[in-house]
T-cell receptor, first 113, second 111 residues
Framework: KAGVTQTPRYLIKTRGQQVTLSCSPI?????VSWYQQTPGQGLQFLFE???????NKGNFPGRFSGRQFSNSRSEMNVSTLELGDSALYLC????????????FGSGTRLTVV | GEDVEQSLFLSVREGDSSVINCTYT??????LYWYKQEPGAGLQLLTY?????DMKQDQRLTVLLNKKDKHLSLRIADTQTGDSAIYFC???????????FGAGTRLFVKA
């Protein structure tokens, strides 16, 4: 079956702009989590969605937001981009709880210039 | 508190065994994982262990869990150059809806 699909793979944006990243989970998976990966901070948890509801949120400013649709696809949005938002954004999906581990997408590499 | 610590680098010769270590601080964690990340890719789940287990073996991979010391290790037998990657230790709490990752251990395999 198809894996987790993240689009786009690469993105270059200018400071102050906003960006929307998309994640399509594995068919049948109702939960999606988002992580930011940077060389300095490692993998930082952004948020987690299940059946269109945000169940948990990490310590990121309000510029970072997300949502999940009825088909379990998820989007995350970053407004007023800063240079420090440059990172690999990873999406992971799982059936309900993450007890048996995540299936990750390949990520979206965001560069803010 | 939530914290997962790993050493940053490990270098081994092809054919040797690799042992990657991890410590975690939250005794309420229920599941512990090892993920692998190759350049330009997302993370790939290698294996997981439930917190009431001591050991799990899966082909070349052996996971050891010492719950008293909050220590988790991943042993890769007969390490190959294709095993060169970053390995992440992670933990999840039942009902916590969040997985915490370590900083990752970069494994170099010398031919």
């Amino acid at each position: 079956k198809a894996g987790v699909t993240q689009t786009p793979r690469y993105l270059i944006k200018t400071r102050g702009q906003q960006v929307t990243l998309s994640c399509s989970p594995i068919s049948g998976h109702r939960s999606v989590s988002w992580y930011q990966q940077t060389p300095g901070q490692g993998l930082q948890f952004l948020f987690e969605y299940f059946s269109e509801t945000q169940r948990n949120k990490g310590n990121f400013p309000g510029r970072f937001s997300g949502r999940q649709f009825s088909n379990s696809r998820s989007e995350m949005n970053v407004s007023t981009l800063e240079l420090g938002d440059s990172a690999l954004y990873l999406c992971a999906s799982y059936p309900d709880q993450a007890n048996y581990g995540y299936t990750f997408g390949s990520g979206t590499r965001l560069t803010v210039v | 508190g939530e914290d997962v610590e790993q050493s940053l680098f490990l270098s081994v010769r092809e054919g040797d065994s690799s042992v990657i270590n991890c410590t975690y601080t939250d005794s309420s964690s229920t599941y512990l994982y090892w993920y692998k990340q190759e350049p330009g890719a997302g993370l790939q789940l290698l294996t997981y262990i439930f917190s009431n287990m001591d050991m799990k073996q899966d082909q070349r991979l052996t996971v050891l869990l010492n719950k008293k010391d909050k220590h988790l290790s991943l042993r890769i037998a007969d390490t190959q150059t294709g095993d060169s990657a970053i390995y992440f230790c992670a933990e999840t709490y039942t009902g916590g809806f969040k997985t915490i990752f370590g900083a990752g251990t970069r494994l170099f395999v010398k031919a």
